[in-house]
């Protein structure tokens, strides 16, 4: 243990002198480190919620709209089925996951009810009387429970990372919930608008042939909606609301860009876009059978705008205009680029925590921090001397080497992480405690420094691994089945080991080792 070859002697330089160079950006502010030279390290440890302010938002999707998207599908399909085989129906329409019709004539029933089975075949079809009922499986529910909430998730966190929000912590919780935590936003309000908007966009055509104020009125022709007009939108009818189609000429689905722009003619801001080869094709279509006619561009049940057509439009692009503003452009560019969420968002809570507090928590951190080192420093130069001194400067070494790696890794630093680095300078000595003590035991033995010193770092070395080893598996279960600020303490503490570990048994023996060839002692200095 005495013999401490070149290569080892260098190894151990070069991982300090990392350690040194990917921690010192945490030194200095954002503006400086940007100003660095290429090849220097620039990244600083991400502050978590608790440390930089920020917001928390529980988000709850309700997958109830997914259901019901889902019904109304099944029963514009029965309808449809129904229509070609000319089989009389009344009452069709969907309860809360079931979609049912009733078929007067009873010849025609059983072939009624196949028609329904082939709709759906994964569901529940049964026959009770004249009714016939097409009623969701459990496991139907929850996959579309699932596949909403992971898609809402995904989606989520495409708008978030457009806004340039770094380290944002998206997760699922329960059943349908998502916890949201934004580190050092600017503008929460905007966030917020930007997670709850579901961005469904579709392109319909108006309906002329029936009267908005028969639909007003409460009666909306069969395969036509009323949606309201989006404020500030001009409506080709003058009126606050249009009537058009059910279906869906062209979805949102098909875009795969969009852009905020200007329009070459008047300089208002518009968003442009662009379709697929599918989305492309199916717009080309429309525009060429509706030339003269308007269409209407819905986004989340609301028409933004209703140009009229004046053209086949054949290249798979168009703009969306209907007096935005710059900043609403850009966020409604933002939102389509994303992607719609598969159902709406609900805010259950939201918590913000301000600037302000998060420096509090920083410079408790660091009060605990320096008390912590200064008294393991004092104690551990008066309980062993020299050797004592040499584990401090290791103690040392190892805060630039948790900083430097926390950095590197981009990990972020939370509250219960600064606990965790509080811990480890704790934890750091121990190793050297143990070996010391080996050290002290063979010289009371009667050995010779050299062998005392070989014997201590030997027989210890297995109890130092044992007592790390099984923190470090407790730290890795903590990240595995923990989350937020668990994980927070959970990083910082398995980085801990791993440095403490280095600085013990490599850095303060390589000292310990120099200054024995060097001096060549007959007693040693503990």
């Given at each position: 243990m005495v013999n401490f070859p070149t290569w080892k002697k260098v190894l151990v330089a070069l991982i300090c002198l990392l350690g040194l160079a990917f921690a010192a950006p945490n030194f200095v502010d954002e503006e400086t480190t940007k100003q660095l030279p290429d090849w220097l390290p620039h990244n600083q440890v991400n502050l978590g919620l608790d440390l930089r302010g920020g917001s928390h938002l529980l988000l709850e999707v309700e997958v109830q709209a997914v259901i019901d998207e889902y019904l109304e599908t099944l029963v514009d399909s029965a309808r449809a089925e129904l229509r070609s085989e000319r089989i009389r129906y009344r009452a069709l329409g969907k309860q809360e996951h079931s979609a049912g019709v009733t078929i007067p004539n009873a010849d025609e029933r059983e072939k009624a009810l196949e028609l329904m089975r082939g709709l759906d075949s994964a569901a529940e079809t049964s026959l009770d009387g004249d009714r016939i009922t097409i009623t969701m499986t459990d496991q139907q529910i929850a996959e579309r429970r699932t596949s909403?909430?992971?898609?809402?998730?995904?989606?989520?966190?495409?708008?978030?990372?457009?806004?340039?929000?770094?380290?944002?912590?998206?997760?699922?919780?329960?059943?349908?919930r998502v916890i949201v935590q934004l580190p050092g936003i600017d503008d929460p309000e905007r966030v917020k608008s930007l997670i709850g908007k579901t961005a469904k966009l579709t392109f319909q055509m108006v309906d002329l042939e029936n009267s908005v104020d028969e639909a007003l009125a409460g009666r909306v022709p069969p395969g036509s909606q009323l949606l309201p007009m989006l404020e500030g939108a001009n409506s080709p009818t003058g009126q606050q609301y249009i009537l058009v189609k059910k279906r869906v000429a062209v979805s949102g689905e098909n875009l795969v860009d969009a852009q905020p722009t200007f329009d070459g003619r008047d300089n208002q801001p518009v968003v442009s876009f662009r379709f697929d080869t599918l989305g492309a094709k199916k717009f080309g279509k429309v525009t060429t059978e509706n030339v003269k006619r308007p269409f209407a561009i819905v986004l989340d049940g609301k028409v933004i705008s209703a140009p009229v057509i004046q053209e086949p439009i054949l290249g798979g692009t168009g703009q969306i205009s209907g007096g935005f503003s710059v900043q609403d452009t850009q966020d409604l560019a933002l939102l389509l680029r994303a992607g719609a969420l598969p159902a709406p968002l609900t805010i259950l809570e939201e918590r913000t925590v301000g600037p302000g507090l998060g420096a509090d928590s920083i410079a408790a951190g660091e009060i605990a921090c320096l008390v912590g080192m200064v008294l393991v420093v004092i104690f551990m130069a008066i309980a062993y001397g020299r050797f004592g001194l040499y584990a401090d400067i290791a103690l040392a070494m190892n805060l630039f080497l948790i900083l430097g790696l926390l950095s590197l890794l981009q990990a972020t630093l939370t509250l219960p992480g600064i606990a965790g680095i509080v811990l480890t300078i704790g934890m750091a000595?121990?190793?050297n405690v143990l070996i010391f003590e080996r050290i002290r035991e063979e010289m009371r033995?009667?050995?010779?420094?050299?062998?005392?010193i070989d014997a201590g770092y030997g027989r210890a070395l297995s109890t130092i691994i044992d007592a790390n080893l099984t923190t470090l598996i407790a730290a890795i279960l903590l990240y595995s089945f923990g989350s937020g600020p668990v994980r927070g303490f959970a990083v910082t503490l398995a980085i801990g080991i791993v440095t403490s570990m280095f600085t013990a048994i490599?850095?303060?023996?390589?000292?310990?080792?120099?200054?024995?060839?060097?001096?060549?002692?007959?007693?040693l200095p503990l």
């Open positions: 909403a909430v992971q898609q809402s998730i995904e989606i989520i966190r495409r708008r978030i990372d457009e806004t340039g929000v770094r380290e944002p912590t998206i997760q699922r919780q329960g059943d349908d000595v121990d190793a033995a009667g050995r010779t420094p050299i062998s005392s490599m850095l303060t023996r390589l000292f310990v080792v120099s200054w024995l060839r060097a001096k060549r002692p007959t007693e």
